[in-house]
């Protein structure tokens, strides 16, 4: 038997005692049956949409052996067509009889993962179900042969084979089930699948009642034993009963985890591997999730091994938890044995080890985690019987240095020790081709802006990139009226569910955009439906409660009216009587507390509403039934506040776990993705304080509060630094996912917010001040009107004949403005920045060009020179940081820029834009002159008005040869098409009106150019 043997002496804190371990390949334990995850859940949704080489380097940091990773298990969600978590899987069958296997992404992970190893142990369970299946009733012979025409659709249609089947996610176990699986077992033996193994019952939170219930399980039921191949149970909490330990089944962690990119996550799971198999003796874990590749807004967010959610910029992060999984992985295989006795234990010290021994009973590995130990511990081990005494090799994972070969241990005599340090990961192993995968991802960029999707460019049933439905399917159909396709929803009735469910939508876009509209063409197909648009929807609290916080404007059929609601509260509707069947556009302008409604372009609905400062966009319909959308676009547009809290340093009560990704610089970091955590157990008077070097006045706060495990904050106030101590602005209640206050102007260095009433830990991913003041009216309707951040040779400086970062102001009034004694800024928190001097003013229609270089000394002719550059700025968790090309001439100063502001002398923003990345020589700005909407111009236009319309390259359609016409031109505008045949001495014809979409572009058809020998044509807007 194995001999844990204690060095004698005094022991004391500064030193460590030491252990002795003998490894004896006689004294096995049970079989390792690998570590792998769980795509589920919508989980994975984002990654298929991931460009290369980006797409494959990630699926290499989770497959390839011996690179990252190295899953040895990829479960997969059999897809039903309900939400299962972060979104909806769709269902391969979504009526009887109709099967499609190219829906959804799972089919192409696994196929990715198989390449990568071929090796890899394949399963399969089903959270809901179509609502076909049984009548409804999940326990069916239909769900038998759902579950059989999954796996054999997978081997047909991909050469994938199964070897683990579940039987249905976090059900109760009772004899309904027990029978159910029985009868799954027959199904799948009369369709030849009997290698097919069941894994049951996958129940939640660690219950093993598929064994222990006395009416229904295992132990009680030979038939069900016999038909059950692995005790599964989900988050175990790394024990199982001892009725399971002997119970005859090898038992898996069918689930747990979870993930995630913290090294807290890192080293919980290094415990889970370690300690589900010391003390629950389960021999395969799978985590969920392998990779957060959904949206963080959702519920559960953050629960993947690595971090992949940004497609459109390529970026990812290999987070700590990926080298705690190597240090399993890459050092033993499935098929391995656990070495029992001391070799498999907790250590005295705290932390753990597990030994396993390979198939050759030779090479053995060690996996040591000291994630709980206070000190240094040494152990030293003694190989007997067989056991190679090669040199081993050392790896080591810490908080700052991961998966790092540190060395190797040479044996003598079958004796060799290691010193082990506490908070770390370790392997040690006489096997070799270990590698630490390396790849750099492109840096993190913003969701692209403007942005449009016409559904053209995708096969008919493909989920169009970025989308990521919630509830319902949303694939691409061809249009009802013929004309090209759109996307629509497909699901034709609610299915068996795993969660609630809100109606049918899908969401897209970036979660930290606050001004911006969002519109689309949509056409509902049943009498009573509706179809909406949604923005800012800024978090999907998801499980019992699946309503999304957001705004969504509505076209309803069955009342004849247009709706906006913000979540559940209607806040205003109207008349708007439509057929089915018909296009109609939609349109939600969301500009700081301003929001307005347009329907078929006129704008029906102009109001001011708090409830939400920023979030994503979607679109949906009211119910399982057919609804089509078009031309979906996003634009921002100019800023309608300024987030005075990016500037402010933070400082709070407490941290959790002390971690710095989780401290109070995250809550106002104008990124809703990250958050402040306090510590736990909780303070009776939690803060978190905002400070400015300067005073800034406020009126309005708001907070994005984190609701895993639901809403955790019940009280709260708000306060501001008198000079003296604090004074009380607001008294709050329950605050929810996210709240606002607004209270008399308030001007102060200091705001707090100050938690009275809690439970638990409490998170606020973001913690807003704003000054909501109306401007009056007699600030000037001054835009601005067109930047350009990277000019390279489109315009060069006159003052020096350099090509520097400019944007222009353009005066929208009628009358002439004297701009002597405004301010310009590039910082929230100085909106004093700049002052234009004397001798500057804007005709009205007049244009100034103002050059972003930090030489003011210029100013002496028709141009503005300031003090501020236009160089990206990471801070607020839109751009990348860019360092200016070269340094500042003598005298003036450059800092890194996010938006540019106007202010007159009040500190009243009289117009502002966020700054977003832009290509070289591009410019972004208003089309037409003083547009609140923000597009990238085709032609940049410098000190002269954006109002054209452009041709674009013509194309012909192949079957009839007609002309098809292509424009660039004014948003949500009509337009005529007019033509001539001579330019010389024109006359031109009318040949059809159109209206162009979100982002300017139109088009037409001209079927009557070959009875011409020349034509011409002209796009003509009509405002």
């Known amino acids: 038997m194995a001999v844990l043997v204690f060095a004698l002496g005094l022991v004391t804190e500064s030193s460590w005692s030491q252990v002795t371990i003998i490894l004896d390949p006689h004294l096995t334990g049970r079989t390792f049956e690998g570590i792998g995850a769980v795509s589920a859940g919508a989980s994975s949704r984002l990654l298929i949409d991931y460009p290369e080489p980006e797409q494959s380097q990630i699926l290499d940091f989770l497959f390839k052996p011996d690179y990252g990773a190295s899953l040895q298990h990829l479960k997969v969600e059999i897809g039903g067509g309900v939400n299962s978590t972060d979104g909806t899987e769709p269902s391969f069958e979504m009526v009887p009889g109709s099967m499609n296997f190219t829906r959804g992404y799972e089919w192409w992970l696994m196929q990715q993962a198989q390449a990568r190893n071929p090796n890899i142990i394949l399963d399969c369970l089903a959270w809901g179900a179509p609502g076909w299946i049984g009548g409804g009733n999940y326990y069916s012979s239909d769900m038998c042969n759902y579950i059989v025409s999954f796996i054999e659709g997978a081997q047909s249609n991909y050469g994938l084979t199964f070897n683990f089947t579940g039987t249905h996610n976090e059900a109760a176990v009772n004899s309904t089930e027990t029978a159910w699986i029985k009868q799954l077992r027959s199904t799948l033996n009369v369709n030849g699948l009997q290698n097919v193994q069941l894994v049951a019952a996958d129940e939640g939170g660690g219950t093993w009642n598929i064994v222990t219930n006395t009416n229904c399980g295992l132990l009680f039921d030979t038939t069900l034993s016999n038909d059950v191949a692995r005790v599964g149970a989900h988050y175990p909490g790394q024990t199982s009963p001892a009725a399971a330990q002997t119970c005859g089944k090898l038992l898996w962690s069918s689930e747990d985890g979870i993930g995630g990119s913290t090294w807290a996550a890192a080293t919980n799971l290094a415990r889970i591997f370690n300690r589900n198999y010391i003390n629950a003796k389960i021999t395969a874990t799978e985590i969920w999730s392998p990779i957060t590749s959904y949206y963080d807004i959702l519920a559960a967010p953050d629960s993947g091994l690595m971090r992949a959610n940004t497609p459109w910029s390529g970026n990812y992060d290999v987070a700590p938890a990926i080298w705690a999984t190597a240090h399993t992985t890459q050092f033993a295989a499935p098929g391995w044995t656990y070495l029992g006795g001391s070799a498999s234990e907790l250590l005295p010290n705290g932390g753990s080890i597990v030994t396993l021994v390979s198939t050759n009973q030779s090479d053995y590995s060690i996996v040591i985690e000291t994630s709980d130990a206070t000190a240094a511990q040494t152990i030293a081990f003694r190989l007997t019987n067989g056991l190679s005494t090669a040199s081993v090799n050392v790896w080591e994972t810490t908080q700052t240095n991961q998966f790092i070969n540190v060395g190797q241990v040479t044996p003598a005599n079958g004796t060799f020790s290691y010193t082990f340090q506490p908070a770390a990961i370790y392997s040690l192993t006489t096997t070799t081709g270990q590698t630490k995968g390396a790849a750099t991802p492109p840096p993190a960029a913003p969701f692209p802006s403007p942005y449009k999707d016409n559904f053209e460019s995708y096969a008919p049933g493909a989920t169009p990139k970025y989308f990521s439905d919630q509830a319902g399917t949303f694939e691409v159909a061809t249009r009802a009226d013929g004309q090209g396709q759109s996307l629509r929803q497909v699901s034709p009735q609610t299915g068996i569910r795993w969660t609630s469910e809100w109606q049918p939508y899908t969401l897209i876009g970036d979660a930290s955009w606050a001004d911006y509209d969002v519109s689309a063409d949509v056409l509902v197909e049943t009498n009573g439906g509706l179809v909406f648009v949604m923005g800012r929807v800024e978090s999907v609290p998801g499980f019992t409660d699946p309503m999304p916080r957001g705004y969504w404007l509505a076209l309803n059929n069955g009342t004849s009216q247009w709706q906006l609601y913000a979540s559940t509260n209607l806040l205003a509707s109207g008349a708007a009587n439509f057929a089915t069947n018909t296009w109609h556009n939609l349109r939600l302008a969301m500009q700081g507390a301003s929001l307005r409604c347009y329907v078929d372009s006129i704008l029906v609905a102009n109001l001011t509403d708090y409830s939400y400062a920023s979030g994503m966009s979607g679109l949906g319909c009211g119910g399982w039934y057919g609804a089509q959308f078009d031309n979906f676009t996003l634009r921002q547009l100019h800023s309608g506040d300024v987030d005075l809290a990016l500037g402010a340093t933070a400082s709070a009560s407490s941290v959790w776990e002390n971690e710095a990704e989780y401290g109070p610089a995250m809550a106002n970091d104008g990124n809703p993705d990250t958050r402040w955590n306090t510590a736990y157990p909780t303070l009776s008077n939690e803060w978190l304080e905002l400070d400015w070097p300067v005073p800034m006045t ?41 709240a606002t206050d607004i209270f008399p102007n308030v001007t102060a260095s200091k705001v707090r917010l100050v938690l009275t009433n809690m439970t638990s830990a409490p998170s606020i991913y973001e913690f807003y001040v704003c000054n909501d003041t109306p401007p009056p009216a007699s600030l000037p309707s001054i835009w601005i009107n067109e930047w350009m951040s990277d000019n390279t040779h489109t315009l060069a400086d006159p003052a020096n004949g350099q090509f520097e970062p400019w944007f222009e102001l353009y005066n929208a009034g009628a009358a002439s403005v004297n701009l002597a004694g405004y301010y310009l800024t590039s910082s929230p928190t100085n909106l004093f920045q700049f002052q ?13 060009l103002v050059w972003a270089d930090g030489l003011t000394a210029q100013n002496s002719g028709s141009d503005l020179h300031v003090n501020f550059s236009l160089v990206p700025s990471p801070e607020i968790g839109l751009l990348n940081s860019v360092s200016p090309a070269a340094p500042p001439a003598a005298g003036s100063y450059v800092e890194q820029s996010p938006m540019i502001a106007l202010v007159n002398s009040a500190g009243e923003i009289v117009d502002a834009v966020d700054l977003l990345p832009q290509s070289a020589d591009v410019s972004s700005g208003s089309n037409p002159d003083g547009d609140p909407g923000i597009l990238n111009l085709l032609v940049p236009t410098p000190r002269r008005s954006d109002d054209q319309i452009w041709a674009l390259a013509a194309g012909c359609y192949s079957t009839n040869g007609a002309m098809v016409l292509n424009f660039s031109g004014f948003p949500y505008a009509s337009n005529q098409i007019q033509t001539t045949d001579n330019l010389q001495n024109p006359d031109w014809t009318n040949l059809a009106m159109t209206f162009s979409d ?18 011409f044509y002209r796009g003509v807007a009509l405002q």
Do not use: C, E
């Open 998 to 1015: 979100g982002l300017g572009a139109f088009s037409f058809a001209d079927t009557n150019v070959p009875g011409h020998a020349q034509r």
């Open 836 to 848: 234009i001097p004397s001798g500057y003013s804007l005709p009205a229609g007049g244009f100034l």
């Open 698 to 738: 406020f009126n309005r706060t708001a907070y994005l509060q984190y609701l895993g495990g639901g809403n955790r904050i019940f009280g709260y106030q708000i306060q501001h630094w008198n000079g003296g101590g604090w004074t009380v602005d607001v008294n709050g209640g329950s605050m929810g996912g996210y």
